[in-house]
């Protein structure tokens, strides 16, 4: 790093992924980018399988942004981690 620090990349968790899972995944990226919480919804069930215990949309929409975005206030209410995944 610029101040001397040593930084280290692990790629120990890293898997080939098939161009059509990394296009889902793409598009994925770029709904969470521009906030369109209905695609979101619709890729991570249609596209990745994914769903809320409830099937609740907004918890679907929040889940993806936290594993995959940010975990900000807006995602995740004030609570902690644990909290938020209880």
Do not use: C
Not at 1 to 10: A, I, Y
Not at 25 to 36: E, G, H, M, Q, Y
Not at 38 to 48: H, I, N, S, T
Request: hydrophobic fraction near 40%; aromatic fraction near 8%; charge should be negative.
């Amino acid at each position: 790093m610029p101040d001397g620090r040593l930084g280290l990349l692990d790629y120990g968790q890293t898997k080939r992924l098939p161009v059509p899972i990394r296009l889902s995944f793409a598009k994925l990226i770029i709904a969470l980018s521009v906030n369109d919480r209905p695609e979101v919804v619709r890729l991570v069930r249609e596209e990745f399988g994914g769903s809320s215990r409830r099937s609740d949309d907004d918890i679907t929409y929040r889940l993806a942004a936290f594993w995959i975005d940010r975990d900000t206030e807006d995602v995740t209410g004030p609570r902690h981690l644990q909290a938020f995944l209880d």
